[in-house]
């Protein structure tokens, strides 16, 4: 099959995941024709650089984070809002400059605003750029036109409408290696993402047919970020049946790997970094000794041998596109996964959660109000 939306029915998540090649040149145009601002934006000298979201939003940072760095020439931090909100004053802690990148599908998330608004106050000269699915949003409201800030609204058809982010996450993501310069060669980047769908359902259904009660994520580097996303998206669009665990590619063996049992499916995100990679298919053959050579999957190998024999999802490494760009390609394997696996379960993969007890915007937060002198 060379459509997961055929392939998986005709959900909305379903088609905002095969969507996303397609979509990534519409997010360059959208990143192109903010260029003037951004560039005014983070071309002041030497800001210090945060990258902040919640949930899937968060990981967008952490996956782009390396990158930027490297870009960039300085480090780059990814801050969660859940984060920010609940304690200020640990970001804000000297008199730099901050410039915010916020990341976020819809804006409506109440962390989204309050950190944005907290940091605004607390840090002298902050500026803010927002990258947003939701042009309408509360956080893009709250920005647009402001003189210290940058609102870059992506396409529409990344506001995903299905329950869990997907379109919004790579969105997101490669607008963010954009903005910032990074040279990212995004034709060649959605011819791969095409042949990554091409082979999709095969693998996913390869995985949620041997009914792992536990799905465990690794990756180095920025593939960890990209871990803890593919983690996330198991347990929402499973409903949590099926548990997803994340970690670094050599933190798992330190307490971690004893959630390892029979019903355990290992997913290892190979990295295109040939250094990372030595310790990536490490650890993959490690865990074909630990639960046998049908329950490793590692991702972007090719040559099964390599791994022990464990089973290879192939993602294409085109050159011009950085670390963070693999990750937009090797996060579709688990967006498919996770489908595959919701689908198997008998879930509504588009509403999960019929009784509202995870919600698409988060609810049931409350914003107190921060008080510094309140900081011992």
Same mark, same amino acid.
């Given at each position: ?18 969507? @996303?090649?397609?979509?990534?040149? $519409? /997010? ?45 020439? $300085? ?10 909100? *609940?304690?200020? *004053? ?23 605003? +309050? ?22 949003? @509360? ?36 607008? !963010? ?28 259904? !390869?995985?949620?047919?041997?009914? #792992? ?5 690794? =990756? ?46 290992? /997913? ?20 074909? @000794? ?20 464990? @089973?290879?999802? #192939? ?8 670390? +963070? ?8 394997? +688990?967006?498919?996964?996770?489908? !595959?696996?919701?689908? !198997?379960? =008998? ?30």
């Amino acid at each position: 099959m060379h459509s997961s939306g055929r392939r998986f029915g005709g959900s909305w998540t379903a088609r905002e995941i095969e969507q @996303q090649p397609a979509t990534w040149p $519409r /997010v360059a145009d959208a990143v192109r024709r903010a260029r003037p601002e951004i560039d005014k934006l983070i071309g002041l000298p030497g800001p210090r650089i945060v990258l902040t979201g919640a949930g899937t939003s968060a990981f967008v940072g952490e996956v782009v984070a390396r990158d930027l760095a490297r870009h960039l020439g $300085r480090p780059v931090e990814a801050i969660a809002t859940t984060e920010i909100v *609940a304690d200020p *004053a640990a970001v804000v802690v000297d008199d730099r400059p901050i410039l915010l990148v916020s990341f976020a599908r819809s804006g409506n998330s109440p962390e989204s605003v +309050a950190a944005a608004d907290l940091l605004d106050r607390l840090a002298p000269g902050l500026r803010h750029l927002v990258i947003t699915c939701d042009p309408g949003g @509360q956080l893009a409201r709250r920005w647009s036109g402001a003189g210290n800030a940058v609102v870059v609204a992506l396409p529409e058809e990344v506001n995903d409408r299905g329950f869990a982010m997907t379109s919004s996450f790579t969105g997101m993501a490669l607008a !963010a290696l954009l903005a910032f310069g990074v040279d990212v060669d995004v034709e060649a980047l959605a011819r791969a993402g095409a042949a990554v769908l091409a082979g999709a359902a095969e693998h996913a259904s !390869a995985i949620s047919g041997a009914k #792992p009660a536990r799905l465990v994520f690794l =990756g180095s580097g920025p593939l960890r970020g990209l871990a803890r996303e593919a983690a996330l998206k198991c347990l929402e669009l499973t409903r949590g049946e099926v548990v997803g665990i994340a970690d670094s590619s050599l933190g798992f063996r330190h307490g971690p790997k004893s959630v390892l049992d029979e019903r355990t499916v290992a /997913v290892v995100f190979l990295s295109p970094d040939p250094h990372a990679r030595r310790y990536d298919a490490d650890i993959a053959r490690e865990l074909v @000794q630990s639960l046998g050579a049908e329950r490793v999957v590692v991702v972007g190998g090719e040559d099964a041998t390599e791994f022990g024999g464990a @089973q290879v999802w #192939p993602v294409p490494s085109p050159s011009r596109v950085p670390v +963070a760009g693999h990750a937009l390609l090797a996060v579709i394997t +688990a967006q498919t996964t996770a489908l !595959a696996c919701s689908l !198997a379960l =008998g879930i509504t993969p588009d509403n999960p959660f019929p009784d509202g007890e995870v919600n698409r915007v988060v609810q049931g937060v409350v914003i107190h109000e921060f008080a510094p002198s309140e900081v011992s």
